[in-house]
């Protein structure tokens, strides 16, 4: 009830949407970004004007997937993956809003993806929609199965794991996973050393932090309400003094 009547306030001039309300949201909203729609997530409103009519139009983005990419992105540019047969492996972990964003994330970046979840179902429902596959369990069988590979191929890991587990949970990895150094996600940027970003540290996988792909979403979210260049410097100092 409160929801409805803030975004319908004539001073209402968009917002962030946070968990749990990214799915929520979409029954009051008049249209969405090619990429929310796809995810079935918004994380973003933008109020824009019909220029025929003069109608207030609540738009929902989603920027969520775009801070996914660039902060993986960047530490796979200094860290580059040797090029396998059907193109880079992610595994996603987790099945919240953000699970689905980080699907879509790595679907973009052509990567094949696997995701994991306890509740395999509620994963399944993102791999049906954007591709990918399932591992009921983090285990080498599952994820031979999950990425189809054949009966000579060896090597069953990854070269990106997303993590959008919330840091409480205190979520690792099996070992097996990290053999191969992959380039490691946290969503959760508090704390900003997560017990799935120390493990990486310990053994060598490079890393981005969930405060990267904070920042990066924000940049956007600021420039799609204002149209104006994001102050970056500016941004990523209020983060990492609110996050450390």
Not at 172 to 177: C, E, K, M, R, S
Request: charged letters at 20%.
């Amino acid at each position: 009830g409160r929801l409805c009547k803030a975004i319908s306030s004539a001073d209402f001039g968009g917002c962030s949407v946070t968990i749990p309300h990214k799915q929520n949201v979409l029954p009051f909203l008049d249209s969405t970004s090619p990429a929310a729609q796809a995810i079935g997530a918004v994380n973003t409103v933008v109020v824009h004007q019909d220029p025929q009519t003069g109608k207030r139009i609540l738009h929902g983005e989603n920027t969520d997937w775009l801070g996914i990419t660039r902060a993986i992105s960047r530490v796979l540019d200094a860290n580059p993956r040797p090029v396998k047969k059907g193109g880079l492996r992610a595994l996603v972990v987790g099945g919240g809003g953000t699970s689905m964003a980080a699907a879509y994330a790595m679907t973009q970046m052509g990567c094949k993806l696997v995701m994991y979840n306890r509740t395999p179902e509620k994963v399944a429902v993102i791999t049906d929609r954007l591709g990918g596959a399932v591992a009921k369990q983090l285990t080498p069988e599952e994820m031979r199965q999950a990425l189809d590979l054949g009966d000579g191929e060896q090597d069953v890991g990854v070269d990106i794991i997303v993590s959008t587990i919330p840091a409480a949970a205190e979520f690792t990895l099996p070992d097996f996973l990290l053999e191969n150094k992959p380039v490691m996600l946290d969503a959760a940027y508090k704390p900003p050393r997560t017990a799935l970003l120390t493990q990486a540290a310990n053994t060598g996988c490079p890393f981005a932090q969930g405060a990267e792909m904070l920042i990066e979403q924000g940049i956007e979210q600021f420039q799609l309400w204002t149209k104006r260049q994001a102050p970056r410097n500016p941004m990523v100092n209020a983060v990492y003094s609110k996050v450390e």
